[in-house]
């Protein structure tokens, strides 16, 4: 059949145009879940919705994993090295099961670690703090914030990361004293996030915001709770977080406590897991600093919002996974359901 050229000279830059804009709310998206190689499909079925009355629950993780390097040690003098934890981080996300684990501290070859060991059952991301382009860690090398959601459960509808800093969007600057951007922090901060569908739960909508604070500046500490209730606000564009339809998550290793005036906004504006619920952790702390303490900072925070959220369970987990700690840091864990 023959087109019409004189059809085509009218509507091809209609085309065109539409196909080139995109809504301006979409800011500097990254490409979702990497698609299952055919050679390695993905055997896991799409549960279906949630039957009517059913309770459904979900696990967050928030878990600093000490960055790689060889010289860490066990109270024993043994190696403390990532080689000789990383199997011990497996049996530990394959024992606690959870849908949702923020990551701190990630080098290069814990980014091929878990992107190699848990490609079957969860999906990854992560973004290398001092990289300007967003690119991954094992790619762009240094240290990143990264994320693991469950495959199986979540459709991944945004994957996005903003800096922590007075211009979000941009790479903060090096000062001349070796601080970086408008707030002076020691080392530029990453902050990655997704929003996602759940599965199990009618397509719920739920966003996730791992991160990391500053460790030396309690100004960018300060600074940065305030943009994350700000950024939270204008990414899924809710004015009440904590009576939101949606489902929020903001955890970390935050390098303070809840009680510090640092975190007052949010505190103010979300719920605190570890407050919600009584459990036998509501005072443990989750820095050990790979030494037999039963008494660290209590530094790694599990904030949320959403007026479906039914607070169940809240645990630091000291398991002894093979290791006498899987890190410097204990993984904490949230479960909850939906109302």
Known sequence: MKINKSILSIFLPAVLLFAACRPADVVNPVTPVTPVTPEDPDPTPTPDPTPSGEKVSMTVCTFNLRYANTADQFPDGSSAAWSVRAPAVKKFVEATDPDLIGLQEIRKEQSQYFTSNFGSEYGYYDVGRDSGSGSSVASAGGEGVGLLYKKDRFEVVQKDFFWLDET??????KNSDGTYGAWNSACRRVTVYVKLKDK?????????????YDHKSETARKNAADLMITQIKNICKVDDIKNADCIIFHVGDLNTSYENAQLKSLKDNMDYARLSVESKDRYTGTFNGFKNQDSGS???????????????EYWVDKTNYGVPFISDHYPVLFKWEYK
């Open 200 to 212: 199990k739960h009618n397509n719920s909508i739920v966003y996730f915001f791992p991160t990391h």
């Open 298 to 312: 209590l530094i790694d925070h599990i904030f949320f919002g959403g007026k479906s959220i039914v607070p169940k």
């Open 168 to 173: 979000p969007r941009t790479l903060p600057a």
